[in-house]
């Protein structure tokens, strides 16, 4: 393969006598009624195409039945692996929770919902080996109200014009991904939102493939205003920290050098008024200079102190590992 990744599909489906070729991490909230349907669906697929795999369930302070029939998932299937939390913390630190458990070569997520359909797990394993270490799923006909849709459209859309990432479904619940992609980032708040952002950050490629996809039959939909705008506030965290954690003068100080220089024209200008004897004193141009001068030294300054406090973050790392490479040196003779 061209980038180097390993085939998945040619792989024995036992990796060792330990290791699953597969984990499942299937994050839920007040799914009680799903999940007696979802858990024969994947176990059919699991029968049928032979693939030794364990179930990581993780319960996102669920209050229905869900922590019942999970324990009962649990008793009776030993791929059963079962997450409780005791409040709802959000779907970023249940999927992270999730991949701290998972042990398989491969890692799947997928809602509980039963609007992804556990039958696209095999095709997202085939997919992977067209070169990619991530794969995301595409709602491409999505059986949901309009209410749901459009926002999605609209924010997928600018998600992946500012990114340049060019999937359709930044959000899909049914990802595949291999280990190692996992490992590389920390999520929090919603950031699960921008999985796919975060993995090319690190240097791995993102694929996407079309699934299907159904409309719900059991409980209600998650999905709020509140989610889309809290959505594209991280969207800007999200490229911020992808963009210009590495050097945010290059954010910060074009904007500082924008404003400053802006209102040092407009100033600078007035001035020349002031001689001719021109008053300036009340006219609103000259605040509104004061004003662009201050905000431009204020973000010039706020990118200086990023690059100190990035310096000295890349500073305490570089001595952390020089301490790590003199425990490991062997005692001089």
């Known amino acids: 393969m061209e980038d180097g990744s390993l085939p998945v599909e040619s792989e024995r489906r036992v990796v060792d ?13 007040n799914e009680d009624e799903s999940l007696p349907h979802l858990k024969p669906a994947i176990d059919e697929v699991l029968e049928r195409e032979a693939l030794d795999a364990e179930l990581i369930f993780v319960n996102d302070g669920s209050r229905d039945g869900s922590f019942d029939q999970l324990e009962q998932f649990k008793a009776e299937d030993p791929r059963v692996h079962v997450i409780h939390f005791r409040r709802n913390q959000g779907k970023s630190a249940a999927l992270s929770a999730g991949f701290e458990e998972a042990r398989g070569r491969l890692v799947v997520t997928m809602d ?14 085939k997919r992977l080996d067209d070169g990619y270490d991530m794969v995301s799923g595409w709602k491409k006909k999505r059986h949901d109200p309009i209410s749901k849709t459009l926002p999605s459209k609209f ?38 939102r921008f999985i796919p952002i975060l993995a090319k950050s690190q240097g791995f490629t993102v694929g996407e493939l079309a699934v299907q996809h159904h409309p719900r039959r059991w409980g209600k939909t998650k999905f709020g205003l509140s989610r889309f705008l809290h959505g594209f506030l991280d969207l800007l965290t999200v490229l911020f920290l992808v963009k210009y954690a590495a050097r945010p003068m290059h954010l910060f100080g074009a904007f500082g050098l924008v404003s400053g220089f802006v209102g040092f024209g407009i100033l600078a200008l007035l001035t020349i008024q002031w001689y001719m004897g021109q008053p300036i004193g009340d006219r609103p141009l000259f605040f509104l200079g004061i004003l662009l001068l201050i905000v431009g030294v204020q973000f010039f300054s706020m990118g200086l102190l990023g690059e100190q406090i990035n310096h000295m973050r890349q500073k305490t790392e570089r001595i952390e590992r020089l301490k790590r490479q003199t425990r490991q040196l062997p005692p001089a003779e």
């Open 112 to 125: 509980a919902d039963l609007q992804d359909d556990p039958n696209e797990i095999p095709n997202l394993i």
């Open 17 to 29: 006598g330990d290791t699953p070729f597969v984990s499942i991490v299937i994050p839920l909230w």
């Open 155 to 192: 924010f997928n859309g600018v998600a992946r014009m500012t990114s340049g990432i060019k999937i359709h479904d930044f959000n899909c619940g049914l990802k595949i991904y291999r280990r190692e992609v996992v490992e590389t980032f920390e999520l929090y708040g919603e950031l699960h």
